[in-house]
């Protein structure tokens, strides 16, 4: 018998089903145990020797592998082929030799990059030993990691209240994030003109021109500064009397298709055209990796999800090139296979690309049998890789340039498509919409001489616009280009900080939070060489370097070690005082930057007393600003940029509301502040009778600058009836979950693009239609051996949960919903009935049952509903 360890229980059964009954395939369920969250976990001064702990999961999980192992001829491992699943097959190892388990038994490592029989097959008959190279890299990273969290983390607490940890690579994503919102916050508008005339050949179509030169000057983008200079502008052109082609310069282009997708930027993509973050791209993507069930078998449909390497293999370029030739014809192949090389100066182990494994598999024909996510994510992968190795787009680009009698000269751009090629199926996404004069126009034949007819003049007003926010993907993009972390982390780096409140994702943007911003100047401040960007890329050089077996991975952390531990013994003596002053004078003059047209005015002016400075604080929470005449003065905000605000407007509203205005119908103030739960209107102040005022809570997404006594009315008079619907009313209000639609006891939450204020019936109709009316069972488990009912496994909005009668049960967190057994659920049933039983209320018996049971818990009920 040969014993096979893989990650994942899914992946399990499949390769079971490959390699047939002399094989017994088990999962670890990714790591077996890492280190704990304690002292001395990492020890320095014993040659960085690191302890490692088995958890509950773990140990579950080793007894299943050691136990078959016991009777084993051989031992495979065949975790993913990555860093991370060389560790733990080298982790699975260091236990069982631990436990005197092996005694001899040989171990060999199997490595294939997509779940197929084939790949699989030919993988087993190649096997390797375990990579020390690549393990090494794995303990430098986690030895990192660990002694950059477990050292600064510490630090924070006690120097910086209300902040939370900090970790290596994190700090310097946080520090991109609000370095680009000081940006913003300094930024000045400034305004400019641009002319644009509408031109006419004869018998041909209008087109549009933009003026480039006046009165022998060439114009940049800012040359028309106001009005009173475009409007001259426009006169010259208007009364040129004459208007000719002067110059046509045609050229053209070859646009070459993009390579297939890596981690990196099959999450930029996926991204910029699905609207998925990067962990839900990655989560997608597993299940593709990990296959679903076609013709009596598990098939794996993309190759593996982490990976640096754009070349595929020569069958799948093959396979390629035959679906390209059979579905669009010869002409759209190229003459040779195109070969991609991976441009990251930091790439990893030589994977293939993110593919099809099999090209024959189309995406409208597997749409079907996906869910939407993962049939949205496949199309993409596919159509990327198959475009990959399709014929070149031909371009004609046009540009002509337009006297405007004697003074003025104009310009036209514009290209025409020849032949699509690859763009006929895949046109890579933008990180920011195109500027008017970036999109593509198709111009009339224009010949050198031509006279032209002037049909119109338009000046147009322009103010300069800030650097946009990071999203997701220009943020993945930038980390990749500064090289910076790894593609395969990069999801969790995004999560860990929206976590731990420093950064909040809004309309797809990154906004650092107080805290956030915070702790990216307390870095900066002290500990200013591991968030530089140059540093931390050349740390992760040197655990490249270590992967390839070109430098001790033990040195690395000798040399890093020696330099932080002086940093942080450095930090003891820092007093609070000390902190508030160097970061009040780092985030100064982005919170208090002068005022330019008012360039005498003290920006750190008490707006409310007059006579105190405004300055940086912290409280138990983190930072926020505060006037030097407290407790005098109580004027405090948040950390924004104090640019051109008067008092009430830069006050924290937790203290200091916003008035809106008056109801019309009770003459009450209405007013916009900030609670514990977010930002909310209100109506009113004084508490009559016990009752409190009437509030709404602000939509998630909708801006507090938007927010005026009409809107705030609006919000005020919710729930508000959108109509009757089989004799019932519809209405639509905001709740304790947001903005939601209701109909009798049925609820539907309403998309965060819609609008609960302008939400009509056929919507509302169509939204509570989405809603079952009980959770479909994905299969039945069984019988309960009381009653003889059935015990059913559901899918809910929180997670798997198995059913019987009223009773629900969760499944835990690691447990695999494929994997239950009947006994294992009756085990979730039994612990869930006594929980309820335990909390007071009386329990009521299930139907049929001499086991008591509950109602619905309120996570099941969350569950039907969705």
Not at 102 to 118: A, C, D, H, Q, Y
Not at 695 to 708: E, F
């Amino acid at each position: 018998m040969h014993v096979v360890v893989v990650e994942s229980p899914a992946k399990a059964k499949t390769i079971n089903k490959y390699l047939g009954e002399d094989f017994q395939v088990l999962a670890s369920y990714g790591h077996v145990r890492d280190l704990p969250s304690k002292d001395g976990s990492v020890a320095p001064d014993q040659d960085f020797s690191m302890s490692w702990q088995v958890d509950e999961r773990g140990e579950k999980r080793l007894k299943e592998i050691a136990q078959a192992v016991k009777n084993a001829d051989q031992l495979y491992l065949a975790t993913d082929p990555d860093r991370e699943g060389e560790a733990i097959s080298w982790h699975i190892v260091e236990e069982l030799q631990r436990r005197k388990v092996l005694n001899g038994i040989p171990v060999k490592r199997v490595v294939f990059s997509e779940i197929t029989k084939s790949a699989v097959t030919d993988a087993f008959k190649n096997p390797r030993e375990l990579n020390q190279e690549l393990i090494d890299a794995y303990l430098a990273r986690r030895a990192l990691d660990y002694l950059v969290g477990f050292n600064l983390s510490p630090v924070l607490w006690r120097k910086l209240p209300g902040s939370k940890s900090a970790g290596r690579v994190q700090s310097v994503a946080l520090r991109l994030i609000c370095e680009r919102e000081s940006e913003i916050e300094a930024f000045r508008p400034q305004e400019y003109w641009s002319i644009t005339a509408l031109m006419e050949a004869v018998g041909q179509a209008q087109f549009k021109a933009r003026l480039t030169q006046l009165d022998g000057e060439k114009l940049d983008r800012l040359s028309l500064g106001d009005e009173g200079a475009a409007r001259k502008a426009e006169v010259a052109i208007r009364e040129a009397g004459s208007y000719r082609v002067a110059k046509v310069e045609r050229k053209q282009v070859k646009r070459n298709p993009q390579p297939p997708f890596t981690t990196s930027t099959l999450q930029q993509e996926a991204s910029r055209k699905l609207g998925f973050g990067a962990t839900r791209t990655m989560r997608t993507a597993q299940r593709l990796y990990e296959g679903i069930e076609l013709g009596g078998e598990n098939v794996g449909l993309i190759t593996y999800m982490r990976t640096d390497g754009v070349a595929m293999s020569g069958e799948a370029i093959s396979g390629a090139r035959e679906s390209i030739a059979a579905r669009h014809g010869d002409n759209y192949l190229p003459p040779s296979p195109r070969i991609y090389k991976t441009k990251a100066k930091n790439a990893q182990e030589a994977h293939e690309p993110i593919r099809p494994t099999d090209f024959g598999r189309l995406p409208e024909e597997l749409r079907g049998r996906l869910g939407e996510d993962e049939a949205r994510l496949y199309d993409l992968i596919y159509v990327r890789a198959l475009a990959s190795q399709m014929a070149s787009a031909d371009v004609e680009q046009v540009a002509a340039d337009i006297e405007a009698g004697k003074r003025a000269m104009l310009r036209s751009t514009g290209s025409t498509i020849k032949f699509d090629g690859f763009l006929k199926l895949y046109q890579e996404g933008r990180d920011e919409p195109q500027d008017e004069d970036e999109q593509e126009t198709r111009l009339p034949k224009l010949e050198e001489g031509q006279d032209l007819h002037l049909r119109d003049v338009e000046p147009a007003q322009h103010f300069t616009q800030p650097p946009p926010r990071y999203s997701e993907a220009s943020l993945v993009k930038k980390l990749e280009e500064l090289g910076i972390g790894r593609p395969s982390t990069y999801a969790s780096i995004l999560q860990v900080l929206q976590d731990r409140d420093y950064v909040r994702l809004e309309k797809r943007r990154f906004i650092p939070e107080d805290r956030g911003r915070m702790v990216a100047a307390f870095l900066s401040s002290f500990f200013e060489r591991y968030v530089e960007y140059d540093f931390t890329a050349r740390l992760e050089e040197e655990l490249d370097e270590i992967s390839d077996g070109r430098i001790d991975w033990k040195e690395v952390l000798r040399r890093f070690w020696q330099a932080f531990h002086q940093t942080i013994e450095e930090t003891k003596g820092l007093r609070i005082s000390d902190v508030i002053d160097a970061l009040d004078e780092d985030l100064g003059p982005h919170f208090f930057p002068a005022d330019p047209d008012n360039p005498d005015k003290d920006p750190r002016q008490c707006p409310s007393c007059g006579t105190g400075r405004l300055g940086l604080r912290i409280g138990k929470t983190g930072g926020f600003i505060g006037c030097s005449n407290y407790p005098d003065c109580r004027l405090t905000r948040t950390l924004a940029a104090a640019a051109n605000r008067d008092g009430e407007e830069g006050a924290d509203l937790a203290s200091q509301p916003r008035v809106l205005g008056e109801d019309p119908e009770s003459g009450q103030q209405v007013t916009l502040r900030k609670g514990p739960y977010g930002l909310y209107v209100q109506l009113g102040e004084a508490v009559e009778k016990g009752e409190k005022p009437k509030r709404t809570s602000l939509p998630k997404g909708l801006d507090p600058d938007a927010v005026d006594l009409e809107r705030a009315l609006a919000l005020l008079s919710l729930p508000r009836s959108l109509g009757t619907h089989e004799g019932e009313e519809v209405t639509a209000g905001i709740g304790r979950y947001g903005p939601y639609v209701r109909k009798g006891r049925t609820y539907k939450s309403i998309p965060a693009d819609e609008d609960v204020l302008s939400i009509g019936l056929n919507r509302a109709v169509d939204l509570l239609a989405q809603v079952p009316g009980k959770a479909a069972a994905l299969r039945t488990l069984g019988q309960h051996p009381e009653d003889g009912e059935p015990v059913t496994l559901h899918s809910g909005r929180y997670g798997p949960y198995v059913k019987h009668n009223k009773l629900n049960a969760s499944l835990p967190k690691n447990a695999d919903p494929d994997a239950l057994t009947l006994e294992e659920s009756l085990e979730l049933l039994r612990k869930q009935a006594e929980k309820k039983g335990g909390k007071g209320g009386r329990t009521k018996k299930a139907s049929g049952s001499g086991k008591t049971a509950s109602g619905k818990s309120s996570r099941a009920r969350k569950a039907d509903q969705a």
